[in-house]
Every structure is written in C-alpha cells, then in structure tokens.
T-cell receptor, first 117, second 112 residues
Framework: GAVVSQHPSRVICKSGTSVKIECRSLDFQATTMFWYRQFPKQSLMLMATSNEGSKATYEQGVEKDKFLINHASLTLSTLTVTSAHPEDSSFYIC?????????????FGPGTRLTVL | KQEVTQIPAALSVPEGENLVLNCSFTDSAIYNLQWFRQDPGKGLTSLLLIQSSQREQTSGRLNASLDKSSGRSTLYIAASQPGDSATYLCAVMGNSGYALNFGKGTSLLVTP
C-alpha cells in the first residue's frame, strides 16, 4: 500500500501559460500533502503544505499567488503554476502523509518535470 | 533552521564493495530520519525510516544507524551491485512531525 501518483509526469509549455499538476494518494486518505521542488543537482525544497479543506501553508520565499494549491479531497491535491516562466522549470514532487499513528511517514509521487519555453 | 549535510557528494566504487554514506543534521530535536533512493529523473523511493527513539534499521543489504545526540546517521550498503547506482537522500523530520528537510544527496556509481 501507500502509493502516490502524479500527473502529468512531464509537461512542456510556453511562457505565460498555466500548468496544473495533480497528486493523488491511491490507497490511503491523506489529510496532509506536501509539494517540493527540485532543481538539477540540488536537494528537494519544500514549497508548501496542503491540508484538506483549508488553505495551504507556504514556505518563506514561495509566492502563493503563483503556485496555487488546492486540496479538495482526502486523496487529491493540485498545484497550479500560474503564468509560468522559464525560471519555473523544475522537477516538482508531491508527498502524502499517512494519518497519525503511522510514524508520520511520507510517501512520494514519481514527480513532474516542468519545462517552460 | 535544520541543516542536513551529506558526505560524500559523489562516490564511485567497484561492484562487491561495502560502503557507508554519511548524513549529519544540526538540530537533534528530530521526530524521525529517512533514507531515500532517487534514480535520475524519477521520484523518491523510501529505503529506511528510523524513529528518534531507535538506533538502527535494517532492510536486506541496507543498514541505517542514527545517533541523535551527535546529529549523525549512516547508511551502510553491503556487497554493492551496479543496480544500487542512484542518488541517496537523507531527510529529517522535526518534532512537529511535519515537513522533511533534505540533504543534497550522495550520487553513487557502482561499476561492474
């Protein structure tokens, strides 16, 4: 169990367009999901924490109006990169946390490679 | 702010060698520590999770140890194989049981 999927796996878009990335927990309910960004040869950096039914919590330096997060159900969180620019090109990875009592272990999706031309 | 450091940044070994990857963290008030594997262009695969009250965890050829007081963890890989080639990431969860702080990883290459 504990499978997390992401869609799409890869997206190429023109500068100025918006891109939506979905993160789904397939076999468990996740009240909390996390969005990370990874630049080449760098580590994963937390962007925001997504809580079902409430507003996301963004890390310092992450523009909430640019990276819109919606956690509409216990199995789905979406990240929308609005008016994407080349500097937003990165690898975006989500994770989902199992409910309390499971060591707070996070399970990661396969990632989405975003390339903005 | 928690800082996680991994040494070495890259490692190349011949097949069959035993090897140790190191992870250090600045704030010892942690909830747990996880080791992940990441293949190029792929997501993360969880290898081992050590709770703050534990000293080590083992899975197959992998053994991870945790010394919370000194802020260190090691990942030991026995009898390395070419299929072990990947980037290994260490991540620490603070006592809030919240987000993970990642190191930059160790890029491992095991040559036949």
């Amino acid at each position: 169990g504990a499978v997390v999927s992401q869609h799409p796996s890869r997206v190429i878009c023109k500068s100025g367009t918006s891109v939506k990335i979905e993160c789904r927990s397939l076999d468990f309910q996740a009240t909390t999901m996390f969005w990370y960004r990874q630049f080449p040869k760098q580590s994963l950096m937390l962007m925001a924490t997504s809580n079902e039914g409430s507003k996301a919590t963004y890390e310092q330096g992450v523009e909430k109006d640019k990276f819109l997060i919606n956690h509409a159900s216990l199995t789905l969180s979406t990240l929308t990169v609005t008016s994407a620019h080349p500097e937003d090109s990165s690898f975006y990875i989500c994770s989902a946390r199992r409910p309390p009592g499971s060591y707070n272990e996070q399970f990661f999706g396969p990632g989405t490679r975003l390339t903005v031309l | 702010k928690q800082e996680v450091t991994q040494i070495p940044a890259a490692l190349s070994v011949p097949e069959g060698e035993n090897l140790v990857l190191n992870c250090s963290f600045t704030d010892s008030a942690i909830y747990n520590l996880q080791w992940f594997r990441q293949d190029p262009g792929k997501g993360l695969t969880s290898l081992l999770l050590i709770q703050s009250s534990q000293r080590e965890q083992t899975s197959g050829r992998l053994n991870a140890s945790l010394d919370k007081s000194s802020g260190r963890s090691t990942l030991y890989i026995a009898a390395s194989q070419p299929g072990d080639s990947a980037t290994y990431l260490c991540a620490v969860m603070g006592n809030s049981g919240y987000a993970l702080n990642f190191g930059k990883g160790t890029s491992l290459l095991v040559t036949p």
